[in-house]
Every structure is written in C-alpha cells, then in structure tokens.
C-alpha cells in the first residue's frame, strides 16, 4: 500500500515523547475500539517501561460492544488497566479517575514509605494520529481545570492541566506512529479512515468491507441499504450505488460514489456498531 510517512517527523516525535516520559508517571495510551492493534505502535512498550500503564480503548461507541468487552479483558490479561471511553460523550470519564489512582497505586505507597507527601500523579496521553487524543483531553480535563505553570519563567516549559489536587496531565500528547509497514495493519487504518482517503483506492478497499461485513455482520448490509447481501462483493457494491441512485451520465452506475458512501456510513457508525479486529483466538 503506498502510504506517506515521514521518518524525520516520526524521530523527532519519538525523541520528545522519550523526553516527556522521563517526566511522569503515568501514561495514558489511546487505542481505536474498532482496531486496536493496529492502532498501537508497540514501541510504547519499550518507552514506557516502569511507568504505570493505562489503555483507553476509545471511540467504544463505533465499535461492537461484545468485542469491546473481549479487548477490555485481552489488555487486562497482559497486565493494563483499561477503561472503555467515548471521547465525544464523556461516557466512561468517571471510570478513568478511580483506574489512574489504581494504576498508580504503587508510586502512592513509595512516596508514602520516602515520607513525600501530596505529589501529584503526573500523566500524558498518548496515540496513534486520529485516535481522539485532543477530543479526550478536552472532554476529560473539562471545563473546570486550570493549566499550570501560568507564571513568568514557567510558560516556557512544560504545561501541565490540573485535573485535582491528585492528578495533573501533560497538556500536549505524545503521537504514536502505527506500523504502516504490515500492509493488514495499513487496510485496517485505512477502512476507519485514519489514512488519508485520496492516497487510497477505496473502491478497492470497499470490497474488502463488503466480504469482512458479510462474514462478521451478517444483515448489516441488508438492513442499512435494503438490498440482498448474495453474490460477488462487486455485486453488492452494485445492488448499493442502485438503492443509492450513484449514476453517472448515461445511467452507468457511479462506484466511486457508493463506495463513498459506504465508507461514510461505516466510519460514523450508521452501518451498526463494528469492531475490525476480533481478539487473537489463542489468547483469549
Ligand atoms: N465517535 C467517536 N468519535 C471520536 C471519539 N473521540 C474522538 N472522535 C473523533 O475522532 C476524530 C479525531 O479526533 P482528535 O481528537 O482530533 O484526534 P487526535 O488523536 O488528537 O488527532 P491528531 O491531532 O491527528 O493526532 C474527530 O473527528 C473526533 O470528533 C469517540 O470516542 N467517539
């Protein structure tokens, strides 16, 4: 797949993210309900050694709520505290405030054995392009918090929001790069439009989430487009720019177009609730 990316921009993005780490104790890392793992790069693991782990597996409102369940418990099982959070409701902030006293528990009883008392728990957000960083940050941090360090000679450095007298969290996250380079890892990004769409060939790709819908959604197609499911996945993206009107002149049927549409609807959710990666059998 032929996919953009910048190694400068990536090193220089890595070298500040390791800068930043050494500065907290908590990292709070954003995955995509719908892929996550092919929204994380497992870089974060290395960087984030002896820090405290939080995964937010966000957008949970677009992906499948059994399979959120499913990831929930497969990142539980490899030592995370997760929580499940929709960044543009709020559902799920409550959650966090209880899972970051949790995850941090162990920084609490050192501070508390070298007698320091009241350091606040320090954290950053961190994420793949797209996966909602900046969204979760103003729905999380609220309307109710005052950034720090707001005095002369402070501006210059870091910024760090206060979220109470517990918690303060780097205002500016830390971007993840997936790995673009597994091209299963590239498609998937690609369908929850994570790639820009005009590098892509998304009738091509709109095939593909035909057959992945058919097979894992059984109906969802039926239901949102009204058309029958049989046949060849071109037929079907037939039977959709029909039920859609995606004409060009002369009555020939506009793919382009529909596969637009389809991937309109799959990305905001009309086509139901879809998570694209299913947990890996064997670790279940
Ligand atoms: N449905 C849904 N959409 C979300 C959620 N969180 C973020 N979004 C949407 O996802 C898009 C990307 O969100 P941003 O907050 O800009 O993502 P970001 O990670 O800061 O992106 P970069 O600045 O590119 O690194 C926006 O259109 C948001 O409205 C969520 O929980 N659910």
Redesign the pocket.
Do not use: C, E
């Given at each position: 797949m032929n996919v953009q990316w910048y190694p400068g921009h990536m090193t220089k993005a890595k070298r500040q993210m390791q800068e930043d780490i050494k500065l907290i104790d908590l990292i709070i890392e954003l995955v995509d309900s719908r892929v996550p793992l092919a929204s994380r790069n497992p870089d974060i693991d290395e960087l984030g050694r002896n820090k405290a782990r939080l995964i937010l597996l966000?957008?949970s409102?677009?992906g499948d709520e059994r399979q959120n369940e499913a990831w929930k418990a497969y990142f539980q099982a490899k030592g995370f505290y997760v929580v499940k959070?929709?960044?543009?409701s709020g559902a799920g902030m409550k959650a966090i405030q209880a899972a970051i006293q949790e995850a941090c528990k162990e920084k609490t009883e050192r501070d508390r054995r070298r007698g320091i008392k009241n350091r606040p728990i320090r954290a950053m957000v961190v994420?793949i392009?797209?996966?909602?960083?900046?969204?979760?940050i103003n729905t999380f941090a609220g309307r109710a918090c005052a950034k720090t360090g707001n005095k002369p000679g402070v501006t210059k450095g870091k910024q760090w929001i206060r979220l109470n007298k517990n918690v303060e969290l780097l205002d500016t996250?830390g971007?993840l790069w997936p790995k673009f380079e597994d091209e299963e890892v590239g498609m998937r990004l690609a369908y929850i439009g994570s790639i820009k769409d005009d590098i892509l060939n998304l009738e091509e790709l709109s095939l593909t989430l035909i057959d992945f819908l058919r097979e894992k959604y059984a109906g969802a197609l039926e239901k949102r487009y009204q058309i029958a499911e049989e046949g060849t996945a071109v037929q079907v993206l037939e039977a959709i720019a029909r039920s859609r009107g995606c004409l060009k002149k002369g009555e020939e049927l506009d793919y382009a177009k529909a596969s637009l549409i389809l991937f309109d609807d799959f990305r905001s959710g009309k086509i139901g609730r879809i998570t694209l990666e299913w947990v890996p059998q064997e670790e279940k």
């Open positions: 966000n957008k409102d677009l959070v929709d960044s543009r994420g392009p797209n996966v909602g960083k900046s969204t979760f996250p971007i």
